[in-house]
């Protein structure tokens, strides 16, 4: 595409320091939205420049959107097509392949990878596309043409069912793009298990948690172990495999429980592991007190907009009120969030007030974030969505 047939997008007087400095996003509000501007279709290609004409790269752009303008890359003499996607790609799954030495990671981490707006979970041959933006949903038949040139897939599922394309205006769906839907198996940390890839939450997977996973397994030797939310058995079958006593794998989803099934077989913890369909909070009110070594809450979003950000961070507050209990004198406690709307100070008050309600005391022996393969656009810290906490309660 030249460059003379984009559109211009101009940022407002004073307006372009932000993007000068890294950030990958314009707002609407930091953009001249003239007659010119309006008229530009939602998801076009533009040239972002700043007040002064200067040309600072090529952006998707949408007009109806509060981050209007998405900046692809900061050459604006680029050609946004196939070859340019491609480029990414490979240099992304370069990084992964270097970091986690299996094909099962999540090879595109939106902006950190230069793909704004979109995800790409990779099952060996399989991939999972989810794309948020109308900019990269114009530009999907290019992504797609790039990605079966990388690897030559045999599965692509688009799993556009996320609820923030609505506010780009796109509508919520899951495409097989090429193959067959269904479920796969997939390799971490040395086992194996299986994610349903159209019908799961998310991707079907959440590899965020594999580091996480392998450092709870650690502390699992000769324990009885408690997996709460414990969806398709990331946790509580890795801990199994490891030498745990016992693990009770907790969760209301029923074809969650059904692939942690699955994973128990693939990895014969049968004897060690058993499942338990229910909701989390009831259930650890009725545990006995200081049953388990290993306690493991990696809870889904309790906070999914900003209205809900008190009553639903306060929900962390209660999860620990109700875990830390269960948790043996010594023991290990690993309770995470994955809403981005509760930053790392509030998680942690949280926690505190949970322990301070249980009246546990103890310490905290690592904090930490999403795997290798959920790299953070150095301008965009905030998008560093997952606190994980791991404790030992005395």
Known sequence: ???????????????????????????????????????????????????????????????????????????????????????????????????????????????????????????????????NTAGMHALTPVILEALEAEFSPTTIILKNDSPVRVLEGLPREVVVAKGEAGSIELIENGARFVADLSGGQKTGWFYDQRDNRRFMAGLAKDARVLDAYCYSGGFGVLAAKHGAKSVLCLDRSQPALDAAAQAVELNEVGKIVTLQKGEVFDTLEKQKPRSYEV?????????????????????????????????????????????????????????????RDAERNGRILLSSGAALDHPIHPGLPETAYLKAMVLQLD
């Open 295 to 355: 306690v493991i809450c990696d809870p889904p979003a309790f906070v999914k907009n900003r209205k809900d950000l008190k009553i639903g961070a306060q929900g962390y507050r209660k999860l620990v009120r109700l875990a830390a209990p269960l948790v043996a004198k010594g023991g290990f406690f690993f309770v995470a969030s994955c809403s981005h709307l509760v930053d790392v100070p509030l998680f942690a008050e949280q926690v505190r007030r949970g322990l």
């Open 1 to 131: 595409m030249a460059l003379k047939k984009l559109p211009t997008v101009i940022l407002r007087a004073g307006e372009d320091r932000r993007v000068r400095s890294g950030h990958p996003w314009a707002f609407s509000n930091e953009i001249l939205m003239d007659a010119d501007a309006k008229a530009i279709p939602a998801g076009s290609l533009a040239t972002l420049r700043a007040p002064g004409g200067e040309a600072l790269g090529v952006c998707t752009f949408n007009p109806h959107s509060l981050i209007a303008a998405r900046v692809l890359t900061t050459n604006p003499e680029a050609q946004v097509d196939a070859l340019f996607f491609g480029r990414r790609l490979a240099q992304a799954a370069a990084l992964r392949d270097r970091l986690i030495g299996v094909p099962y990671y999540r090879l595109i981490h939106a902006e950190a990878d230069g793909m704004p707006g979109v995800i790409i979970d990779r099952f060996g041959d399989a991939f999972v596309v989810q794309v």
